[in-house]
């Protein structure tokens, strides 16, 4: 159970990461000063998936729509996705979707960034 449990927290826990890290973040003035809409399009992103990794995301490949409607189930965040792509386009937010590939990247990227800043601190 120990093993089971852990190996499912990763999974998520790295869903997580790379839907949030690499997006906007946002100090608290700036975000008073967005609408609702772009602060939730613009602090996350989505992941194009391809029917081998499908399972993997199990529905969170949808982030964007997830922020925007976090109550409707999973299996009914690709039917939104159209309308949510199109809302994003006319209200000029864009409507970011990449690859895992390139998510998992901008997150080792992201991390790298951060450390370098951290090894510079003096002790």
């Excluded at 927290?9 to 690499?22: C, D, F, M, P, Y």
């Excluded at 772009?38 to 997830?66: A, F």
Aim: with cysteine; proline share 4%.
């Amino acid at each position: 159970f120990f093993c089971l449990a852990n190996w499912v927290t990763g999974i998520l826990h790295i869903q997580l990461l790379v839907s949030h890290i690499g997006v906007e973040s946002f100090t608290q003035q700036e975000q008073q000063e967005q609408s609702w809409l772009s602060h939730q399009v613009l602090s996350s992103r989505n992941v194009t998936t391809t029917s081998w990794d499908t399972w993997y995301w199990g529905g969170l490949e949808y982030q964007i729509e997830h922020h925007l409607f976090p109550r409707l189930p999973r299996e009914s965040l690709a039917k939104i996705a159209p309308r949510v792509e199109k809302l994003c386009h006319d209200c000029q937010l864009p409507y970011r979707t990449h690859t895992s590939w390139e998510v998992i990247s901008d997150v080792v990227h992201d991390l790298q960034a951060v450390a370098q800043i951290a090894f510079e601190i003096p002790a």
